[in-house]
């Protein structure tokens, strides 16, 4: 310790306690880092400085992180929001699959969007919402599962997105509805064979094939 000065560890105690002050003085810290001896040989306090420094870096990318996905969420929960306030509003089939047109293509950077609904005896085929009197094209693809994501032939994007004749592979994301009677679900699909994988999180959709499958079982009842 010099003399009427700080030790080493009384100085170290202080940069750990408040990791920003080598950051918000940087030309000390970048002198302190570049000072070695002529030997090259760093010493016990630079090498402490230079962990903290890192340590301090890493933490400050992984909070811009979670930030950058904070605010991802905020605005597919306000897009949700949205959709969701005129599935609820649609007081008909007609208006239900104008919304999937509009709403859900637009907002999600969807490339497709079907319903696929079966024993419901009600108006012709729309563009969006499918009716079948026999086995739906998503119940081999889902089997026991309630939700899936993955790549699809060209076969098996035409059957599931009929109105856009797609013949190339793409990837969809299908979900079960709990219905009050039949069976129905959601398909949203990419032109990109990558879009919907196994990893993406389906929070979001999940709820929104929630909220349209209350307004189908309102809607069968008229």
Not at 58 to 78: Q, S, Y
Not at 174 to 192: T, V
Request: aromatic letters at 6%; charged letters at 25%.
């Amino acid at each position: 310790m010099k003399e009427n000065g700080l030790s080493e560890r009384e100085v170290l105690d202080y940069l750990e306690s408040n990791p920003g002050f080598l950051e918000n003085n940087e030309p000390l810290l970048n002198s302190i880092i570049n000072n070695r001896p002529k030997d090259g040989t760093i010493s016990l306090a630079q090498k402490q400085i230079q962990i903290l420094h890192e340590r301090n870096t890493e933490m400050r990318k992984k909070t811009a992180l979670l930030v950058k996905r904070a605010k991802t969420n905020d605005e597919i929960f306000e897009k949700t929001r949205s959709l969701n306030l005129s599935v609820i509003n649609s007081t008909s089939w007609n208006e239900l699959n104008e919304t999937l047109a509009t709403q859900m293509i637009i907002d999600f950077d969807a490339d497709f969007v079907s319903i696929h609904l079966k024993e419901i005896d009600t108006i012709n085929e729309l563009d969006h919402i499918h009716f079948h009197n026999k086995k739906l094209p998503c119940e081999a693809l889902l089997g026991n599962q309630v939700t899936q994501c993955s790549s699809l032939r060209a076969e098996e994007m035409g059957s599931l997105f009929p109105i856009d004749q797609y013949d190339e592979a793409g990837s969809a994301v299908l979900l079960k509805m709990k219905l009050a009677r039949g069976g129905g679900f959601l398909c949203i699909g990419s032109n990109e064979p990558t879009m919907f994988s196994q990893e993406i999180d389906t929070m979001f959709v999940r709820y929104m094939a929630d909220v349209l499958a209350c307004v189908i079982n309102r809607l069968i009842e008229l």
